[in-house]
C-alpha cells in the first residue's frame, strides 16, 4: 500500500522569501504524485502533478516540484512567498488501479507567511 | 463548467439523526470519490465510484455510512444514525477514468451535536 509522509507540519515564512515543503512517498511502483493547496474553508485545489518525464514540474501560482525516485521526495518550491499563499498544502501520491486512480494524501502543512 | 457541487454547504444535525450528503461530479467524469477530512485523522479516502459501481469502500468507518450513484451525475453519503465523531468537512471529488486529476468540490461542514 502506498503512503505519504509530509515530515513539516507547520511553517512560518516572511514575504518575499522561498518556500519548500517537503513530501516523501512509498510505492511499489513508479507513482503519480499530486500536490493540491487548500485555503482556509475552502476545497483543494490542484498545484502540480508528476505523471512521467521530465522531474522538474511547473505549476499554477509559480510552484513547482521535483521528483526525486532516489530519495522517495517530491518536494514543493516557490521562490517567492506572497501573503496569499497561507494555506494548507497537501502531497498525495496515486495508485492507478484496473479500475481508477485511488489517492493517498500526506498529513498536510499548514504555512503561514509573516508580512 | 461549474465544477464540483456539493451541498449542503454546512450541516447541523443532532445525534441519531439520517443526515444526506449530495455531489453532483463534473459532467463527463466517470470517477467519483468521497473523502472526509478531520484534524485527527487528515483526509481520508471512504469510498470511490468508476461509472457509477463502487469500487473501493474499504474505507467507510461502519455500516452506519453508506454511498450511492445511481447515476453519472449525481452520488449521495448517508450517515444513519449520525455520532458527534462523525463531525468532518466530507468532500466530493470526481475524475476521468485512469490517472487522471482529482477535482474537488467546496465540502460539507457536518457538526453532530
Known amino acids: 500500500a502506498q503512503s505519504v509522509t509530509q515530515p513539516d507540519i507547520h511553517i512560518t515564512v516572511s514575504e518575499g522569501a522561498s518556500l519548500e515543503l517537503r513530501c516523501n512517498y512509498s510505492?511499489?511502483?513508479?507513482?503519480?504524485l499530486f500536490w493540491y493547496v487548500q485555503s482556509p474553508g475552502q476545497g483543494l485545489q490542484l498545484l502540480l502533478k508528476?505523471?512521467?518525464?521530465?522531474?522538474l514540474v511547473q505549476g499554477i501560482k509559480g510552484f513547482e516540484a521535483e521528483f526525486k525516485r532516489s530519495q522517495s521526495s517530491f518536494n514543493l518550491r516557490k521562490p517567492s512567498v506572497h501573503w496569499s499563499d497561507a494555506a494548507e498544502y497537501f502531497c498525495?501520491?496515486?495508485?492507478?488501479?484496473?479500475?481508477?486512480?485511488?489517492?493517498?494524501f500526506g498529513g498536510g502543512t499548514r504555512v503561514l507567511v509573516k508580512p | 463548467d461549474a465544477g464540483v457541487i456539493q451541498s449542503p454547504r454546512h450541516e447541523v444535525t443532532e445525534m441519531g439523526q439520517e443526515v444526506t450528503l449530495r455531489c453532483k461530479p463534473i459532467?463527463?467524469?466517470?470517477?467519483l470519490f468521497w473523502y472526509r477530512q478531520t484534524m485527527m485523522r487528515g483526509l481520508e479516502l471512504l469510498i470511490y465510484?468508476?461509472?457509477?459501481?463502487?469500487?473501493?469502500d474499504s474505507g467507510m468507518p461502519e455500516d452506519r455510512f453508506s454511498a450511492k450513484m445511481p447515476n453519472a451525475s449525481f452520488s449521495t453519503l448517508k450517515i444513519q444514525p449520525s455520532e458527534p465523531r462523525d463531525s468532518a468537512v466530507y468532500f466530493c471529488?470526481?475524475?476521468?477514468?485512469?490517472?487522471?486529476?482529482?477535482?474537488f468540490g467546496p465540502g460539507t461542514r457536518l457538526t453532530v451535536l
Open positions: 471529488a470526481s475524475s476521468s477514468r485512469g490517472k487522471d486529476t482529482q477535482y
Open positions: 510505492y511499489g511502483a513508479t507513482p503519480y
Open positions: 508528476y505523471f512521467s518525464g521530465d522531474t
Open positions: 498525495a501520491v496515486g495508485a492507478l488501479e484496473t479500475a481508477g486512480n485511488k489517492l493517498t
Open positions: 459532467s463527463g467524469h466517470n470517477s
Open positions: 465510484f468508476n461509472n457509477n459501481v463502487p469500487i473501493d
